[in-house]
């Protein structure tokens, strides 16, 4: 099976990130999104994850307090062929990397959704 990772702080989750992870999971069986558990946020990570989970229904959501490639994979089960918010983990696993262009692809599809 194959899957693409999301990552972010999600610091509140916005449209735009629900508009990536769908971006990221157009060629792939699954996505998963991974949330930064470190201390640039206030929020902490299992309300983040949270708020993700019920904003994503289907999507795998796992809070990172490693963001070690090794880590990752173990933590998400393997490793993904698409990376999104994370180029030196993507770079790791010799994965597709979801480039600004999705990017910017998905924040106009969030500033059209009503």
């Known amino acids: 099976m194959s899957f693409a ?4 702080e999600f610091s509140p989750p916005v449209l ?16 998963v999104v991974g949330v930064l558990a470190g201390p640039a946020t206030s929020v902490p990570a299992p309300v ?13 959501v796992v809070a990172l ?14 490793v993904p ?4 918010g994370a180029p030196s983990l993507a770079a ?3 994965a597709r990397v979801v480039d600004d262009g999705a990017l910017e692809v998905a924040r106009q599809r969030a500033r059209r959704d009503p």
């Open 92 to 94: 790791a696993w010799d």
């Open 65 to 78: 307090d490693d963001a070690s490639p090794a880590a990752v994979a173990r933590l998400v089960g393997g």
């Open 48 to 60: 983040r994850v949270a708020w993700l989970s019920r904003a994503l229904p289907g999507v795998a």
């Open 5 to 8: 990772l999301v990552v972010g």
């Open 16 to 31: 735009a990130d629900v508009a990536l992870v769908e971006e990221a999971g157009r060629s792939v069986d699954a996505v």
């Open 81 to 84: 062929v698409a990376v999104a």
